[in-house]
């Protein structure tokens, strides 16, 4: 996290540049399609390429945000890296080019493109027609838009997108004993997983400890995300040998979270009552970085990350040092997490400031929308020149 993201003045030369090179792109565009000015009305050239051009692009063209990205000017703006980009001090909004950020909602908002670049967009609510953010006294009165956080950056949650995309990351984890269970769905599903996939493996004869961690939501009733460490023996595929669980809200062990009922009841549902004689807790502190009712944010919207987080610190022990999880107390396996969780934790192992989180967590949600453009890029096609 020692990266520096850029100034204010080099990030307006950059977008200034990137309008004007827009503009020509719709100015060409237009001259060879005419017929597809169809929002120009008695706007003038010039009116009409400032306001309606893109959405008419957008209107007419297959795929209209991967038919922009084979322009070599649009795929090196998009795709840019962090450190390429000014974030407001106060918001930590990125600061976009007019056009950049009519394109992504455009992209979100518009039927005829499936996918939007995940954070960059505000929802189609809170658009003007052009595609615009819309000004916050703008909404309809007594809306629930009003109140809603989602205006900005870090404050947009990241939930779906993230998780799938830490999905694919924990079926390239799994090996030998390590079972990483990074799907949709809820607890329930992912243990009964767990007993379906331990029966298999002692039916296959195997002796051996099996490790499943688990990242899921807790449950339909509560949404909130969270990571289990389940180590199975085959030899008793119905109960646990252990069972470690990791929440992201408590000030301090021992002290529970306040969803660990729900992480009782789940687990109860799938091994019996006895089951929570032999949960243990091993949560980490992470989404009291921010604190409810600052300002601009009013929540923490990170959780995904924080659990993925925690995920595969706890794959990486299973890789590392197994015995540690099956033989030592909570506490000493609580902190060797640390030791893999750098974005969160110090050398040290004391956890970092507020403001050293939120910058690790800015800059996941840019790579996020930076991955998402490398994929629908497809490398296949060839860039066209500006």
């Known amino acids: 996290m020692k990266q520096r993201f850029c100034s204010k003045e080099i990030t307006e030369a950059k977008n200034i540049r990137f309008e004007n090179k827009m503009f020509k792109f719709l100015l060409r565009w ?14 003038s050239l010039d009116e009409y390429l400032a306001n309606n051009a893109l959405r008419d692009y957008f209107l007419s063209i297959d795929a209209p945000l991967q038919q922009l990205l084979k322009n ?4 090196d ?19 976009f080019a007019p056009t950049e950020q009519r394109l992504y909602n455009l992209a979100r908002r518009m039927s005829c493109e499936t996918m939007h670049i995940p954070f960059r967009s505000i929802h189609p609510d809170k658009q003007t027609e052009s595609g615009d953010n819309a000004a916050v006294d703008s909404y309809p009165c007594e809306s629930e838009i ?16 993230v998780f799938d995309e830490n999905s694919k990351r924990g079926l390239t984890q799994s090996e030998r004993n390590l079972h990483v269970l990074f799907q949709r769905g809820f607890l329930e599903d992912r243990l ?5 996939v331990t029966k298999s493996i002692a039916y296959a004869n195997e ?17 909130h995300f969270g990571t289990s460490l389940v180590i199975m023996n085959p030899k008793n595929p119905d109960f646990p040998h252990r069972i470690l669980i990791c929440d992201t809200l408590l000030k301090e062990l021992p002290h529970h979270p306040r969803w660990w009922n729900h992480f009782i009841a789940e687990y109860t549902n799938v091994f019996g009552g006895g089951i929570a004689e032999i949960i243990e807790d091993i949560s980490h502190p992470l989404q009291k970085v921010n604190i409810k009712g600052d300002d601009p ?10 659990a993925s987080s925690m995920t595969f610190a706890l794959a990486d022990l299973v890789k590392t040092n197994p015995d540690l999880l099956a033989k030592e107390s909570s506490s000493v396996i609580h902190d060797a997490m640390k030791n893999f969780m750098p974005d969160y934790y110090a050398p040290n192992k004391q ?11 800015k800059l996941k949600r840019w790579n996020s929308g930076k991955l998402v453009i490398k994929e629908i890029s497809s490398p296949s096609r060839p860039f066209i020149q500006a």
């Not at 956890?351 to 967590?361: L, T």
Request: net charge positive.
């Open 30 to 43: 237009v001259k060879a399609n005419p017929e597809k000015a169809l929002l120009q009305f008695d706007q």
């Open 72 to 75: 070599r000017f649009v795929a």
């Open 77 to 95: 703006h998009l795709g840019r890296s962090a450190k390429n980009v000014y974030f407001d001090e106060v918001t930590g909004d990125p600061a």
């Open 146 to 161: 009003r109140y809603n956080s989602g205006n900005h950056f870090t404050s947009r949650p990241a939930n779906a997108h």
């Open 192 to 196: 009964h997983d767990v007993k379906n």
């Open 207 to 223: 002796t051996s400890l099996q490790f499943f961690v688990i990242c899921s939501r807790h449950s339909l009733k509560e949404g």
């Open 297 to 306: 944010y009013r929540h923490d919207w990170d959780c995904p990350y924080y």
């Open 351 to 361: 956890i970092k400031d507020r403001a050293a989180i939120k910058k690790a967590n």
